[in-house]
């Protein structure tokens, strides 16, 4: 499984930007796959993780991001509305393969994509 993000950038406070991320390599549809978030000096934390079972967003996010598929696309967004100067961070995708469960820990990941950068800054 291979996993190709993109769409970070600087965005000014209240503004929007939307992550991509194709998976490749497998099937879309039998994983958790969740965008995790790294501040400087800590370690990956969960912002959001959709399965055919659950869609869970983190208390820090909720109502402000949304984790959607395109399955003919083999792509999982995230649309992050709202953004927050605390949003800034390099964000990665990730694939957890054995369940549909959304682990909330970076371990239980084995697939990962490459970080992409968002800043949100005026």
């Known amino acids: 499984v291979q996993l190709q993000a993109s769409g970070g950038g600087h965005v000014q406070p209240g503004g929007s930007v939307r992550l991509s991320c194709v998976v490749s390599?497998?099937?879309?549809?039998?994983?958790?796959i969740s965008w995790f978030r790294q501040f400087p000096g800590t370690e990956r934390e969960v912002v959001s993780c959709i399965s055919p079972a659950i869609t869970w967003h983190a208390d820090s996010v909720k109502g402000r991001f949304t984790i959607s598929t395109d399955s003919a696309k083999s792509t999982v967004y995230l649309r992050m509305n709202g953004l927050k100067s605390e949003d800034t961070a390099v964000y990665y995708c990730?694939?957890?393969?054995?369940?549909?469960?959304?682990?909330?820990?970076?371990?239980?990941?084995?697939?990962w994509g490459q970080g992409t950068q968002v800043t949100v800054s005026s």
């Open positions: 390599g497998g099937i879309l549809s039998y994983y958790s």
């Open positions: 990730a694939v957890h393969k054995p369940t549909q469960n959304c682990p909330r820990t970076q371990y239980a990941y084995d697939y």
